[in-house]
């Protein structure tokens, strides 16, 4: 008896209970497709990154837009990864550095970002600096202890019911009331 799962891979013939299988070959046609097309394209012998660039042309992410995503990028954690995501990704694009300055200020939390603006940072690496600064002073004066100094008083939790009290009302001796309820 022949194992058909070792036919399949030497002969390329696949079945449908190959999902796997089928789904690489079909990949690798392409890759195959794709090659033959850039061998025609440019026959010289061209180096390897411009192929590569032409593969990821092919497979790249379909909507990458570094400049939207900077845009949207926000500080979540420290400055220091916010800075590195910052930094990856602005290595994709060409901006002006007072426009990347004030991408990096409005993506940092507002804690952060807000004390800033004073210094009025003109180069990338002040803004770094400075937004490292003032983590670390925000880190400083952040309350340690969650707990009083000193003890809070407790309220008494004792309700009184207030129920309205009515007395007789007095009669003077001429018929008129004298006022108290």
Known sequence: MVNTKNNNLITNTLTPTDPIQAALAAIQETLANIQAEYVKKYPNN????HFEVEVVKRFGVLYDDPIVELKNLKQTRSVQPYQEAFEALLNRVNL???????????????EVGTPMRVFQATTLSETYGLARMQEATNTILKPRYNTPLLPTPKQSTTTYISKAVTTPVKSNSVG???GYV
Request: glycine fraction near 10%.
């Open 46 to 49: 061209t180096p390897w990154e």
């Open 96 to 110: 002006p550095e007072q426009v990347a300055v004030s991408m990096f200020m409005g993506g940092l939390k507002p």
């Open 176 to 178: 008129q009331s004298s």
